[in-house]
């Protein structure tokens, strides 16, 4: 019997070591997205989303490879705040299929446009939010449809130039499979999180790699030109003082001095690139600000 033991023991300690090695593959789910799903057919592929609240449309669009679970806490404070969201699943997430071929930033704006037009009425303005890479969709979708448009909000605004070589490493290494626990934590905490900034459990998953890599392929496909002004309606612009990816100076800054007329730029303290876990409160009070005086105006 106390072989028994002893063997139950061993294995119990050798599983203890594997996970402290090995955590589960980067694009196991992270969460489950708040609200109604739903899903859209369009050409060959399903489209899924998410819906929350009654109000005015606010469609909502996440990072790269990430989840619309990412905009839980948002969602939330904007349907108490009487908004109805949209959160989008990215290509290759949840409902949404990838597409069979090559796809542009702007095919992606054209799926996003088609959910829009299934859940608005005719004529009815929408708000987008795009975080980081959905920044970069938000701007396609809102420069495409400028007519449809209420406003748009950029949390974490890259694109305009390149990544600074070592987030950029880090960034792509978050989304290896082969990387161990401690590697792939250090890995998102440099690359998305401010200094003694906690990542969350369902930060450490959730990180799709084959949405990534369209993503990726997605963002060579059309120039800055395209669709880096987002269109003509107001903006709001919020920079994390912390981000690696898109520092302030990259970023939200020349944005804000090319468009004075038009960007508001709000600077979040103590926030790295992942923004949304980091300070939820300061950024839902800097949107429903920014959104209540678009609508007053």
Same mark, same amino acid.
């Given at each position: 019997m106390k072989y028994l033991f002893g063997a139950a023991a061993l294995i119990a300690?050798? *599983?203890v070591i594997g996970y402290s090695l090995w955590m589960p593959l980067p694009d196991t789910p992270a969460r489950d997205a708040v609200g109604t799903a739903k899903m859209l057919e369009r050409d060959d592929r399903t489209l899924g989303y998410h819906v929350t609240g009654k109000g005015p449309p606010v %469609? %909502?669009? +996440?990072s790269a490879g990430r989840e619309a679970s990412d905009f839980n806490e948002l969602a939330l404070a904007l349907g108490l705040a009487g908004y109805r969201t949209i959160a989008f699943d990215a290509h290759g997430i949840g409902s949404t299929t990838l597409p069979a071929g090559p796809f542009t930033l702007f095919d992606m704006a054209d799926d996003v446009h088609a959910i829009v037009d299934a859940e608005t009425e005719s004529g009815e303005k929408v708000t987008v939010i795009g975080h980081a890479f959905g920044n970069r969709l938000a701007r396609a979708f809102a420069s495409r449809h400028d007519n449809h448009m209420q406003s748009v909000i950029l949390i974490a605004s890259g694109?305009? =130039? @390149? &990544? @600074? @070589?070592? *987030?950029? $490493? +880090?960034? =792509? +290494? !978050?989304f290896d499979p082969r990387r161990t626990v401690a590697q792939r934590t250090a890995d998102i905490d440099y690359a998305f999180f401010a200094d003694g900034n906690e990542? #969350?459990?369902y930060w450490l998953v959730g990180w799709h790699r084959h949405t990534a890599i369209l993503q990726g392929k997605a963002k060579g496909t059309d120039s800055y030109d395209q669709w880096g002004a987002g269109? $003509?309606? @107001?903006m709001l612009v919020l920079q994390a003082a912390e981000d690696t990816i898109a520092p302030p100076e990259d970023a939200? &800054? #020349?944005?804000a001095a090319q468009y004075p007329d038009r960007v508001? %730029? !709000?600077m979040i303290a103590g926030a790295g690139h992942a923004l949304l876990p980091e300070q939820p409160d300061a950024i839902a009070r800097a949107i429903l600000d920014f959104m209540e005086k678009q609508n007053d105006s």
């Open positions: 300690i050798l *599983a %469609l %909502l669009l +996440a694109g305009a =130039r @390149p &990544i @600074p @070589p070592k *987030a950029d $490493t +880090a960034l =792509r +290494a !978050v990542i #969350p459990d269109g $003509t309606t @107001p939200g &800054i #020349p944005l508001e %730029l !709000v």
